[in-house]
């Protein structure tokens, strides 16, 4: 017996319904990055919501991106890319909001 259980197939309607959609997401939160850079913050909470709201919203492009090259590719091909690489893009995020959180707070002392 086995001890590596294999993977799942997705269906190929699945794959159709990601390739579809991811695009039509995409647009949708490139228009809403467009909406909130015309807005200017006036207070440092605005400031930080508005980077997090980009933020958030970068990263729903990205997974959009990556929705879409997964339909395409197809999801065994880029399963084992993202498992070697996703160990390391955790940590990675993990300090770049270690690095986030100590620069909000060090302009709220300075401020």
């Given at each position: 017996?086995?001890?590596?259980?294999?993977?799942?197939?997705?269906?190929?309607?699945?794959?159709?319904?990601?390739?579809?959609?991811s695009?039509?997401?995409?647009?949708?939160?490139?228009?809403?990055?467009?909406?909130?850079?015309?807005?200017?913050?006036?207070?440092?909470?605005?400031?930080?919501g508005?980077?997090?709201?980009?933020?958030?919203?970068?990263?729903?492009?990205?997974?959009?991106?990556?929705?879409?090259?997964?339909?395409?590719?197809?999801?065994?091909?880029?399963?084992?890319?993202?498992?070697?690489?996703?160990?390391?893009?955790?940590?990675?995020?993990?300090?770049?909001?270690?690095?986030?959180?100590?620069?909000?707070?060090?302009?709220?002392?300075?401020?």
């Amino acid at each position: 017996m086995s001890d590596k259980t294999q993977p799942r197939q997705m269906f190929a309607e699945s794959r159709l319904m990601l390739g579809m959609l991811s695009p039509v997401l995409g647009v949708f939160f490139g228009v809403c990055i467009y909406f909130t850079s015309v807005w200017e913050p006036s207070t440092f909470g605005d400031r930080v919501g508005k980077f997090a709201v980009e933020d958030i919203l970068f990263t729903f492009i990205t997974l959009c991106a990556v929705g879409f090259i997964t339909s395409v590719v197809g999801p065994h091909r880029v399963r084992p890319l993202v498992l070697r690489i996703g160990g390391r893009a955790a940590r990675a995020g993990l300090v770049l909001m270690l690095g986030t959180i100590v620069y909000m707070f060090y302009c709220w002392l300075v401020l």
